[in-house]
């Protein structure tokens, strides 16, 4: 059994995959496997990784399959997955050589069901150190995880059991994947090092804003109807309420003022401000949003119909 399965979807990015898989295989971490996904691609992606999969035959493993999107990739990746942990990481991105080893050695130390590392966000002009901190507890990590998947080590008899996956056909699926995961983590380890770099491009699906921005409410209510499901959600209303408040009203908010289709933003923004007001007709009494004093919560706590409006054309200027 490999340590590390390392499953790898790509899709028409010839310019960064060969640099992406080299940092995977240079990883000091001897035992891993790397699933590359093949999603359909149309460019030359596909012959890049081929002769790449023919020097490295025995740790590299190639499946190729219709175009399906990032989260179809996925899936369609650890159903080969052979290792005691997974890992994530998009072909655009690359990784530290030690990055590996150090997230696996510390999740076998702390017995570990899941590591998360730091990380860089990579601008073409500079990059952005990302430093997280331990969760004390499910519920604190349910309101505070960072939630992407690409900087994780998860063990896979988690998966396993829960089958717990990606949503297919929907962005934001770091998000659904991440909270759904929350309540089977009975121990998170966190490596307090930058070991991934998470590669910003203008022309990226995270940096277009359009009328499929909208899925983020979809999303956010798959991971209550999953709570409600599976008897989580009594024990985590609080949270829930107070994160999904916290998407709308703040990065969600921030992705829909960029939007040049005057119309479709002025609609997702009233949508935005139903959907928390029907979910969550008290979302502003919520005990996180009232305790806690980071700018966030201040900025949330003014909104009403009235500075919802003049916040929205205020962050569009920026």
């Not at 010839?14 to 240079?26: A, D, F, G, M, N």
């Amino acid at each position: 059994m490999p340590k590390v399965s390392i499953i790898v979807p790509v899709y028409n990015v010839e310019k960064y995959v060969e640099k992406c898989l080299k940092s995977l295989l240079e990883q000091t971490l001897e035992d891993i496997e790397i699933i590359v996904v093949n999603d359909g691609s149309t460019d030359n992606s596909k012959e890049i990784i081929q002769k790449i999969v023919k020097q490295f035959p025995d740790k590299m493993v190639y499946k190729e399959k219709e175009n399906g999107g990032l989260s179809d990739a996925r899936n369609y990746g650890i159903n080969y997955a052979k290792g005691e942990y997974i890992a994530f990481f998009d072909s655009d991105d690359y990784v530290e050589k030690d990055m590996y080893q150090k997230m696996y050695e510390l999740a076998k130390k702390e017995e570990s069901d899941m590591v998360e590392c730091d990380f860089f966000w990579e601008y073409p002009d500079h990059e952005k150190k990302d430093i997280g901190k331990m969760y004390q507890g499910k519920k604190e990590m349910l309101e505070k995880v960072r939630v992407m998947a690409c900087n994780k080590l998860i063990k896979r008899e988690i998966l396993e059991k829960t089958n717990i996956r990606f949503p297919k056909g929907l962005r934001y699926e770091d998000v659904e994947f991440t909270y759904k995961l929350v309540p089977y983590l009975e121990k998170v380890s966190l490596l307090q090092e930058p070991c991934f770099h998470y590669v910003q491009r203008e022309n990226s699906i995270s940096n277009l804003q359009n009328e499929r921005t909208r899925e983020i409410f979809q999303v956010l209510d798959n991971v209550l109807a999953y709570y409600q499901q599976e008897g989580f959600y009594a024990e985590y209303e609080t949270e829930l309420e107070y994160i999904y408040a916290r998407y709308a009203f703040c990065s969600s908010f921030l992705r829909m003022v960029k939007i040049q289709d005057k119309k479709l933003r002025k609609e997702l923004l009233r949508k935005t401000w139903e959907k928390v007001k029907e979910k969550f007709p008290n979302w502003k009494k919520n005990n996180i949003l009232k305790s806690q004093k980071s700018l966030k919560n201040i900025y949330m706590r003014t909104l009403n119909k009235v500075t919802f409006k003049l916040y929205s054309q205020i962050f569009r200027i920026f």
